[in-house]
């Protein structure tokens, strides 16, 4: 059983195309996360939804927008996709918001943009 | 601003050695901190979740420890082995403003046979 799954795995699009990723966790969590792995590997928290309602919003740009249409459920689109979008896109769930809890991690979306 | 910090940033070692990875956080104020493990080109998967109140945690071969105070935890690795090749992350969750984790940027082992 996946417990976060992501698709499509990979994706690769040209610039200025819009995509999405999706993610679904069937672990029951209250809370989901996206977070970017660039090329030096750094992981950085973009959105977080906790019972389908935005939580953490952090500077990305508006190109960006994550929907939660449930609480199992949390959607990425990219619009107007740039090269700097090229990277890896990690989506994370936890039982509750809060900090307090451990993060569950899906299998990343590779996003190349050429 | 809270910033985590992993040294070494690769480390090889022969098979059957101990060994230690650090992780440094500035800000104390932390609710936990959780060490990850990522093979290439996969996910994250949790290795051991510590709270601000514990101070060490086991699994298996793997004991992490934290010092909140010094803004210290270290993930001991006993009698490496070829499959703990893997990239090793540390992250902590803030207390302060929105609660998120802050990553590390990583210790690459190789763990030679």
């Known amino acids: 059983d996946t417990a976060v799954s992501q698709t499509p795995k990979y994706l690769v699009t040209q610039m200025g195309n819009d995509k999405s990723i999706k993610c679904e966790q069937n672990l029951g969590h209250d809370t989901m996360y996206w977070y970017k792995q660039d090329s030096k590997k750094f992981l950085k928290i973009m959105f977080s939804y906790n019972n389908k309602e935005l939580i953490i919003n952090e500077t990305v740009p508006n190109r960006f927008s994550p929907k939660s249409p449930d609480k199992a459920h949390l959607n990425l689109h990219i619009n107007s996709l740039e090269l700097g979008d090229s990277a890896v896109y990690f989506c994370?769930?936890?039982?509750?918001?809060?900090?307090?809890?451990?993060?569950?991690f899906g299998p990343g979306t590779r996003l190349t943009v050429t | 601003k809270q910033e985590v910090t992993q040294i070494p940033a690769a480390l090889s070692v022969p098979e059957g050695e101990n060994l230690v990875l650090n992780c440094s956080f500035t800000d104390s104020a932390i609710y936990n901190l959780q060490w990850f493990r990522q093979d290439p080109g996969k996910g994250l998967t949790s290795l051991l979740l510590i709270q601000s109140s514990q101070r060490e945690q086991t699994s298996g071969r793997l004991n992490a420890s934290l010092d909140k105070s010094s803004g210290r935890s270290t993930l001991y690795i006993a009698a490496s082995q070829p499959g703990d090749s893997a990239t090793y992350l540390c992250a902590v969750s803030t207390t302060s403003g929105t609660y998120k984790y802050i990553f590390g940027t990583g210790t690459r082992l190789k763990v030679l046979a």
């Open positions: 994370a769930s936890s039982p509750r918001a809060g900090g307090r809890y451990e993060q569950y």
